[in-house]
């Protein structure tokens, strides 16, 4: 007789040489029930059901742990945004103000900036957090971030004093400067109330300043996302790893019922089977999370990046969830396994997975109410997309089982005209259990799907700002906008810094009663006058636009027509002295820059240096960040994505292979004839590999029909043909990488099987 | 008495596992045309002695010649090549592939082996057709009865012809009926296809089928009886 290797054997018999002989009292029972099972999962397979257990346990604690860093973060984030907001003194008290404090914003490439000019009025006024003292005069401190963001950007603001510490950021990529100034009569031109300040910590959440962090949404729509695309496919992993390779152990416990075992004992059976696989899985991820704790990680896609700091205050929560996942986990896959088995032998007998054919009907329900929904457009278009393409997205495996039992039927009755049993036995197995390609399709087609519908999205906000930037890097850039306080005291420092050949000022139009629309006029020497187009002749005196040039320029066209770099429309052009007086708020400066971010930077610096208060704009700026900050937000999608897309790789090819490995089981006789790697692989190919291809291109196809459909619905946004091509890829590589290993593995097992009769 | 060139011949074999002597210079030589029952209790290496026929159990030293081939000096996808041409192997449970429907079970060894469709397919019909479960053939294999999924088991070690036949408890999981059709099934084998048959069973109704009874004790074998009821001096 040879040795025992399948499971069922050595659990009946191990009583024979275990504890159970010398077991005394309850516990003593507990512990060998465990033992037991723990012996038991060791047998033939029980490999996979440990890996499948430890990696989903990993993933699941990965995922709550994210989830309860991210609260912990943002708590964190928003403490430290109390404490450095400013507490205004109470109207009309401002000699009660221990300093001055005025918000500003600015720009580095597509990032806002918040520019925070301080001033201490009371010495001894303890500093804004972040910084060891206030800044001198014409000093600014800035963020690390700010300091990295763009060369040049350090002197920028005045004289670099520092940079600011973590108390006083929100998050490490925040761009904020504290900016002291360098005119002494910087704040007799700041009249807001709000400047005079009497301290530091106020919890009003509507006088905080505009953050330039990248993820200005609430909490509660992070764990929404990370519900739907990281924990629904931790889900699935789960519900796959608990039941992976079932066969055996429902064997087992339909051994130990007809021994007379009770609930409790075939339970404690269970558990010390899985126990360790999932401490394993619990313990890995709590390294994992304690290493990435010790540093500060920068996240994929997003480039954000977590301090180290916040990710440790989140850490008092590990224990608690390893716990709970070890718990939850193991109590699962004993409730999994625990049912009384209806079969009474112990034989195996043929599993048929049934699929009925409404989920077809459904399929194709879904693509219909998508397309409805995508040429209806509206709010209840939106609403039918999203729930069609949901539906579909459900439906999508089932049907794929359909297709893959009918696929298996071919191919059985194909190998037996042929006379190829490779052929034969995978066809059969696929058409007999085509669910382990519905969970391979489950796991990297709805993978797909969501990545293609992600990327639509994605590029519907990433698509107007590279409109936005295209126009801005046309011409804009050779072009600035600046405003400020009280221009007419400060320009001529300011023009002078620059050289007057570049400046063209416009101020309120003179003589402009209150009732009237306001205009402005455009004054500047003729060589900047010049580049705005072809003129008749130098105008000394104001003339209307039209009079004075023929023919405009591109940059022309912008300022004299499209009106969105002035503040009003130009009624007249001349050389002369700009106005003064009128509405303060109609004073600006068109900058003419030659020299790119240089220039861009030159003209910040002068305007930081002469003017109060300062505020650049190049067209189609604004639309642009806003689209770029929204943008970035979108690319928190694809961060949480990941998990998701691993657990639904991991579920699929751990789902198959145990299913594939389990059939392989029955091969066994079959092995006496041919021990060879080949023919295994060769039915691991024909029953995994190529179905998947074929149903990974039949996904893809689904995924860029419902990417087609999102980008009608109205929003714009594309999809990338080569991305979907290298999910497609993926897919048949992950096919074909889990057929070798099924086949190797099947081909080990045929050398090792021995008939076991006696 | 010299090895004969056909039939299944194992000469000296030992084979020890974790410090037990399975088989101690063990002997048996079985002709074609003839059957031998093995018996003994359990434990005794009955079945180890049957994988090391088949091939599949590389013993510790001695020789496993079939049909004049030595297969323990062969390369472990050769005995495979030479079971596949040459053996044709029962098990306790039929061993069955359920997904397949019976004729395909049949048919396999042989497709395996390059044999043409049509006339592997025809000869897989005939067999079963033979042993009485030509009614099962496009039948599920799950919901076939012990017997007949023997009987198919049967069929599928003789698709290929073989020179040897090996069972191990063919008739262990079936009832006492059942189990007498099976057992006169396998031992007219040998006078029918000319093939070496060696039978391991518990039952002594069934072994006692067999031309020569033999017993695994203490590693070797020893005669128990001969069919005519004189003791087996071979």
Known sequence: MTLPTDTTTVTASSPARSPLRTARGRGGRLRVALAVGHRAGKGSGGGLHRASLACAAFLALLTLWVSAAAHTVHAERDHRMTARNPVSVAQGDTGSAVARWWERPDTVGDRSVSVIFVRETRPGTPPPPGLDRWPERGEAFLSPSLVAAAPGTERRYGSFGGTIGQDGLADASELVAYVNPVQPGFFGQVLEPTSYVRGFGNPNQQLFFVSSHQFDRGVAELDLLILLMAALPCAALILVAVRSRADTRDRRLALLDALGAPTRVRALVLAGESWKAIATGVVTACAVVSALSLTSPTLPFTGYQVWSRDLRAALPDLPVLALEVLVCLVLLTVLAAIRRPRRTGTRPTRQRDRTPRWPHALFLLGLAVAAWGSEHRQVEGRFGFVAGAVVALIALPYSASHLARVLGRRLAERGGAKGDPVRIVAGRWLAARPATLARLSAALVVGLGLVTIGQVLTTQFTGPAAEARDRYQAYGAALVQVRSRDIPATAAGFTTALGPEKVLRYSPEPGISADEEPTVRLTGPCESLRALGQMTSCPATPKPAQDVFTQLTPMGANVLRDGDLVSAPIASVCTCQAPSGGDKALYGFLVLNSDGDSGLNRIKQAAYQHLIGPMTALPGQSWYLGSAAQAAQTRWLLDIALIGLAALAAAGALGAAGIFLEQARALGPLSAFRTDRRFYSGIAAWNLAIPLGIVGAAGALVAALLGGLLINLGKGGWMSLPLLLVGLVVVTLAGAVVALACGAVAARHAIAWRPQGD | ?234
Request: hydrophobic share 40%; aromatic share 2%; net charge negative.
């Open chain 2, 1 to 234: 008495m010299p090895p004969t060139p056909s039939g299944v011949h194992a000469r000296d074999l030992h084979y020890t596992i974790a410090g037990r002597v399975i088989l101690n210079s063990l002997t048996l030589h079985v002709d074609r045309g003839e059957s031998v029952a093995v018996t003994g209790p359990s434990g005794c290496g009955k079945s180890t002695l049957l994988s090391c026929l088949a091939g599949l159990t590389s013993p510790d030293r001695g020789t496993v010649t079939i049909d004049g081939q030595d297969v323990t000096a062969l390369a472990p996808g050769r005995r495979a090549a030479v079971r596949l041409s040459t053996i044709g192997m029962v098990y306790q449970f039929g061993e069955l592939l359920p997904e397949l429907s019976p004729l395909e079970n049949v048919a396999l060894p042989a497709l395996m082996a390059g044999a043409p469709a049509s006339e592997t397919y025809a000869r897989a019909e005939s067999l079963l057709d033979d042993l009485g479960v030509a009614s099962v053939i496009g039948t599920d294999c799950g919901s076939l009865s012990g017997g007949e999924r023997q009987r198919v088991a049967v069929a599928r070690a003789l698709i290929g012809k073989p020179r040897v036949i090996l069972a191990d408890e063919p008739t262990g999981a079936l009832d006492g009926e059942t189990s007498d059709n099976v057992a006169d099934l396998l031992f007219a084998l040998p006078a029918s296809h000319g093939c070496a048959l060696v039978v391991v069973t518990h039952n002594p109704a069934v072994a006692a089928r067999a031309d020569r009874v033999l017993a695994v004790r203490d590693g070797r074998l020893h005669p128990v009886h001969e069919s005519n009821g004189a003791v087996n001096q071979r």
